[in-house]
């Protein structure tokens, strides 16, 4: 027997009250996107490196 599953999305007052009862930790790396909390990846050391590059580049007109 199927059973179905229902998403509930949260809203941001919803993802904030969560950071202040504890359930998500200021150290958790997470975003709120369209209702649904992501997990944010580690950074690798290319990715690091293209965006001090472009930040560099972009300095320059800003």
């Known amino acids: 027997m199927a059973t179905e599953v229902m998403k509930r999305l949260i809203n941001v007052d919803e993802y904030y009250k969560m950071a202040e009862v504890g359930i998500l930790k200021p150290e958790d790396r997470v975003e709120l996107i369209n209702g649904e909390i992501y997990e944010l990846l ?3 050391s290319r ?9 560099r580049i ?4 800003f």
């Open 42 to 44: 580690t950074i690798g």
């Open 47 to 55: 990715h690091g490196s293209v965006v001090k590059s472009l930040a």
């Open 58 to 61: 972009l300095k320059k007109y």
